[in-house]
């Protein structure tokens, strides 16, 4: 029973449709499209882009240690230094 209120109900609505449809132009077939230009970077971009950042990372690190180690030879004369004035205490 369903089966045939289905088909009775897509029947009416096909008839239905069609009753207000028109009968479409052909239309010609669209030229066949170009094909895509490159998107995105190429390889030698790609490749100068990755040095150049590697090359300011390598700078700013080189930077940074020269910083720490100049900071660390200053404390280690200071340390070194107060060490010989304690000894030069104790020997007087």
Do not use: C, H
Request: hydrophobic content about 35%; aromatic content about 8%.
């Amino acid at each position: 029973m369903i089966r045939t209120l289905y088909t009775f109900r897509t029947s009416r609505m096909q008839q239905w449709s069609r009753m207000l449809a028109t009968d479409a132009k052909p239309t010609p077939p669209k030229p066949p499209s170009p094909p895509p230009k490159m998107a995105g970077a190429g390889l030698f971009q790609r490749v100068s882009s990755f040095l150049v950042g590697a090359g300011l990372s390598a700078l700013a690190t080189q930077y940074y240690i020269y910083q720490e180690l100049v900071d660390g030879n200053a404390i280690m004369l200071k340390k070194q230094k107060e060490l010989e004035q304690r000894l030069s205490k104790l020997e007087k």
